[in-house]
């Protein structure tokens, strides 16, 4: 899989995948099973064995579906919103991505696994839905530097989805290393429309939020689905940062699975898994 486009600033390379582009990857894509999202036809999506990725790919595989709670969720959100966008902020094999695009909405989609974007570029071939989908390969975090893809066994044995991105190495082609960008870098990518952001890098979420602040007064952020799971139990004080810089800018934070009274700040350690942050202002 080939870079089609690099958009390159006085600090940064943004890396843009075209969808279209056939898959040269040297590991063929060879499993691919049936996405079932409630109310849709059925398309493809291709994954990894089960047998080395017992999360994400083992629910696909056996359910055709994962996190549907939080799918219904948005897609209830879009349903209301018929111009919103969507960002998918660690997209892995693309569950989010491939059911937003059915709705023939436009969607910006960014891993920093590039094994994941070409799982994903077959998918969406598979199911014609290349037309509004943007693919970024590029780490996401507050500031420009090459970092290092690690799977840390201890914690996410078997699932991919635990891979995590650190600073450091040399950047390379082959996969092992990848370039990271801002949100400010990324702002060219979106317009006047309103956007509805899923993010879900394994506790790098606050990194990416600090490097956005001119991208959210840039973009009209409505709605951030976020993994809330590594803040529960947050030593570094992490956390704190997400709910100062999302408060600061009008955003409460919600239950997904019940959105009539926002979150108390001072319960955030018992807060769910995942939060839904909603714009008030």
Request: net charge neutral; proline share 2%; with cysteine.
């Amino acid at each position: 899989m080939d870079v089609h486009k690099k958009t390159c600033g006085r600090d940064s390379c943004v890396q843009q995948i075209s969808s279209s582009l056939k898959n040269t990857t040297v590991e063929p894509v060879n499993l691919c099973v049936g996405l079932k999202v409630l109310g849709f036809k059925e398309t493809p999506i291709c994954i990894y064995d089960p047998k080395i990725d017992n999360a994400i790919s083992a629910s696909l595989a056996a359910k055709g579906l994962w996190e549907g709670h939080l799918v219904t969720v948005v897609h209830k959100i879009l349903s209301r919103e018929p111009d919103m966008e969507f960002m998918d902020i660690g997209c892995n094999v693309g569950v989010y991505t491939i059911t937003v695009a059915q709705r023939g909405r436009k969607v910006v989609a960014i891993n920093a696994n590039k094994r994941n974007l070409e799982l994903l570029i077959t998918s969406l071939q598979m199911g014609k839905l290349t037309q509004n989908v943007t693919l970024l390969w590029n780490a996401l975090s507050d500031k420009v530097e090459t970092m290092n893809l690690r799977l840390d066994l201890g914690i996410a044995e078997k699932n991919i989805g635990g891979t995590r991105v650190e600073s450091g190495g040399t950047f390379s082609e082959i996969g092992t290393t990848v370039q990271s960008v801002t949100l400010d870098d990324l702002i060219g990518h979106f317009g006047k429309h309103s956007v509805f952001i899923k993010i879900d890098i394994e506790a790098s979420e606050w990194k990416a939020l600090m490097g956005g602040k001119q991208f959210f007064e840039s973009v009209h952020i409505k709605y951030i689905l976020m993994e809330w799971m590594h803040y529960k139990n947050d030593k570094l004080c992490s956390g704190d940062y997400i709910i100062n810089f999302l408060s600061d800018r009008s955003f409460l934070a919600y239950d997904p699975q019940n959105m009539n009274r926002a979150l108390k700040i001072k319960d955030r350690y018992t807060w769910p898994t995942d939060v839904l942050w909603m714009k008030t202002a």
